[in-house]
């Protein structure tokens, strides 16, 4: 059985840039997480998604989007990136909303 | 919206010493877990643990749901054990507690 697995696990892009973040959920499960942590704080949620359709957003701006595919992996997109973007992206899968949840090792993205 | 805190926030023993950590939220949810962020950002799951008693190893954690805290147990210190502990409570969402930092010395 095989874990939640991100990638890349760092990345440097411009302000103004794109960026897609990509998550493989656990084996067996179907809802997967967001979530940004910023330096020395907690993580934040930004989105989940269940069975492919979004299901539970944070407070993020609409240039944080997402899709998850019937796999049941995802993405994370974020357009337009801005110096506070910079963050530990973290993904979380679970077997259903509201149990365990299971975190990757993260991206770390840098915004310069 | 639900509030997640956590003390103490910062935690600085030596090796071998046994610690209590306290996580308080501020209204009903549906689970709760306990994480450890290791120095590389990795979320390690310690516990899955809406009520009661539970222990693994040197830890061990306890929900009282009623009075709305969780506490984890950390016996034995070790260096390893060192990093960010954080609780984290399930309402439509998991929402993260503020974590507590420890460090273990030697």
């Known amino acids: 059985e095989t874990g939640v697995t991100q990638s890349p696990t760092h990345l440097i892009k411009t302000r103004g840039q794109q960026v897609t973040l990509r998550c493989s959920s656990q084996s067996g499960h179907n809802t997967v997480s967001w979530y940004q942590q910023a330096l020395g704080q907690g993580p934040q949620f930004i989105f989940q998604?269940?069975?492919?359709?979004?299901?539970g957003r944070g407070n993020f701006p609409p240039r944080f989007s997402g899709l998850q595919f019937p796999n049941y992996s995802s993405e994370l997109n974020v357009n337009a990136l801005e110096l506070d973007d910079s963050a530990l992206y973290l993904c979380a899968s679970s077997f259903s909303q509201n149990t365990e949840a299971f975190f990757g090792q993260g991206t770390r993205l840098t915004v310069v | 919206g639900i509030q997640v805190e956590q003390s103490p926030p910062d935690l600085i023993l030596q090796e071998g010493a046994n610690s209590t950590l306290r996580c308080n939220f501020s209204?009903?949810?549906?689970?709760l877990q306990w994480f450890h962020q290791n120095p590389w950002g990795q979320l390690i799951n310690l516990f899955y643990i809406p009520s009661g008693t539970k222990q693994n190893g040197r830890l061990s954690a306890t929900t009282v749901a009623t009075e709305r805290y969780s506490l984890l147990y950390i016996s034995s210190s070790q260096t390893t054990d060192s990093g960010v502990y954080f609780c984290a409570v399930f309402t439509d969402k998991l929402i993260f507690g503020t974590g507590t930092r420890l460090q273990v010395f030697p």
């Open positions: 998604y269940y069975r492919e359709e979004e299901n």
């Open positions: 209204d009903s949810v549906n689970n």
